[in-house]
């Protein structure tokens, strides 16, 4: 992370919501025609998905999330891989998008030219009301087959998991018989280069660039806010604890994405 010059500027919003927001990043949010947003697991968080630091629950308490979103785990247990992202996809399908989804497609209809950058798989965002959202990560929606690419279409209900390990064997291609696999993008896979461009594009050009719910650890989207502060984009983190970027960027609104986010609809364009 590219440390900024000047101090950087913290608020505790950690209080209940109706703590106000600093007036010198609404102004500067009010002025701005490019705005983009990077978030990560957090702005899920309040809709009940847990974050990739959270530790892992049920079946999976003995795993790290990161060991099992890698290709060789999926190539060792596709059937406990399998299984992991069937029940993620369920936890998903029952979720709400929460009110920062909803600030954040809000945000999306004040601004003139607005990107939104996930590095999340869930569809949460497209739920409240975003469009156009740039997956870095993939999509857990979406599987493909792992021989010929094709998407493969999930049965609308949710399968069973075996109740004693999680494990699911996954389902075969239709056209050529291949192993499905899930539509995401795992630790030591590239970035899908169309959405990756974009992104990259939009950071060199933001004048304001708010990072929201990430822990800022996974690169390279992490590296996306250091090309923000590099192209002179004021830059405001929403977290309610500290990261990798606090020492970067310019404000630090410390709260969470359904506390903040709205606020910081309210303080800027009431
Ligand atoms: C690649 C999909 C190389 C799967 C995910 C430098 C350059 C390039 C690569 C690397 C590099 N250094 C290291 C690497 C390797 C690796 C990496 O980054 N490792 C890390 C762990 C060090 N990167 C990769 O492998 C990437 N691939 O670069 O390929 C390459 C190059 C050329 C050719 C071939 C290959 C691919 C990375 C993508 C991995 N896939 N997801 C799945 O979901 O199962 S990443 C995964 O982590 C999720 O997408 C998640 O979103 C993401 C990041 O985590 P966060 O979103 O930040 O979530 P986290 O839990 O960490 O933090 C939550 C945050 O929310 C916390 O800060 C918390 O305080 C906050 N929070 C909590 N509650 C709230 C809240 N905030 C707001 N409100 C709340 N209520
Ligand atoms: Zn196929």
Redesign the pocket.
């Known amino acids: 992370m590219i440390p900024t010059a000047g101090r950087v500027r913290e608020t505790d919003n950690m209080r209940a919501a109706m703590t106000p927001i600093d007036p010198e990043i609404c102004a500067t949010l009010r002025a701005a025609t490019r705005v983009v947003i990077l978030?990560?697991?957090?702005?899920s968080?309040?809709s009940g998905i847990?974050?990739?630091?959270?530790k892992q629950t049920g079946l999976w308490e003995r795993f790290e999330?990161?060991e099992?979103?890698t290709p060789r785990a999926f190539e060792r247990d596709p059937a406990l891989v399998w299984g992991?992202?069937e029940w993620?996809r369920a936890a998903v399908f029952r979720a709400q998008p929460?009110a920062?989804h909803r600030a954040i497609a809000a945000m999306a209809a004040r601004v003139p030219e607005f990107t939104l950058i996930?590095?999340?798989?869930d569809d949460l965002h497209e739920r409240g009301g975003s469009r156009d959202v740039l997956h870095?990560?993939?999509e857990?929606a979406s599987p493909r087959c792992e021989v010929c690419g094709i998407p493969h279409a999930l049965p609308s209900e949710m399968p069973e998991l075996s109740p004693t390990d999680g494990r699911l064997e996954p389902p075969h291609c239709e056209s050529c018989g291949g192993r499905i696999r899930?539509g995401?993008?795992?630790?030591?896979?590239?970035?899908p280069s169309a959405p990756w461009a974009r992104a990259r594009e939009a950071a060199r050009r933001s004048e304001v660039f708010l990072v929201?719910?990430?822990?800022?650890?996974?690169?390279?989207?992490?590296?996306l806010t250091d090309m923000a502060i590099a192209a002179g984009a004021a830059t405001i983190q929403?977290?309610?604890?500290?990261?990798e970027a606090d020492d970067s960027v310019r404000f630090i609104l410390r709260?969470?994405?359904?506390?903040?986010l709205p606020q910081l609809i309210a303080d800027t364009w009431s």
């Open positions: 978030t990560g697991a957090g702005v968080a309040e847990p974050t990739f630091r959270d999330a990161a099992l979103a992991w992202y993620r929460n920062g996930t590095q999340n798989v870095l990560h993939g857990i899930p995401v993008v795992w630790f030591g896979e590239s970035l929201c719910g990430t822990s800022s650890l996974v690169q390279p989207a992490a590296s929403v977290n309610p604890h500290r990261t709260g969470t994405a359904a506390t903040v």
